[in-house]
């Protein structure tokens, strides 16, 4: 396994960083193992795919979850506001990091991951290839 690390500053986006550092390492399959920090502001979408919530207001990475690779990223985020509740989504571009993100992604030598168009979602989902011996 590889791992990739980076601190994330103030004025980042999130989304486009980890998407960053999957092209610039060439990624092929990979998984967030651990994201730390917090976000001024935060842009997720809910599960129906078309509702896009946006947040102006600091908000600690409860956690971040999903698979990168420098030809997709799927992402979901879970944030806590000053009042400790909580909410998470779809990751979207948007997501501002406010003092620090430590992020850390686990690539996953041997596999491949990319997308194909799904008739029955609408979407462009992911596909899983074992890379040959």
């Not at 500053?9 to 960053?20: A, F, K, Q, T, Y």
């Not at 193992?33 to 809910?46: F, K, T």
């Not at 990168?68 to 990223?73: G, I, N, W």
Request: charged share 25%; net charge negative; with cysteine.
């Amino acid at each position: 396994m590889n791992i990739y690390c980076k601190r994330l500053r103030r004025g980042d986006d999130l989304l486009r960083e980890i998407e960053r550092l999957a092209a610039e390492n060439g990624l092929r399959a990979g998984v967030v193992l651990s994201a730390v920090g917090c976000v001024s502001r935060a842009r997720v979408r809910d599960a129906s795919g078309v509702a896009v919530r946006e947040i102006n207001a600091p908000c600690e990475i409860v956690s971040l979850m999903g698979t990168v690779s420098a030809a997709r990223t799927h992402l979901h985020i879970s944030l806590s506001s000053e009042d400790l509740s909580t909410l998470g989504g779809h990751l979207l571009p948007g997501c501002i990091v406010n003092t620090t993100c430590e992020l850390v992604l686990a690539g996953l030598p041997g596999w491949t991951m990319g997308t194909e168009q799904d008739e029955q979602t609408g979407y462009d989902e992911i596909v899983f290839s074992e890379d040959a011996p």
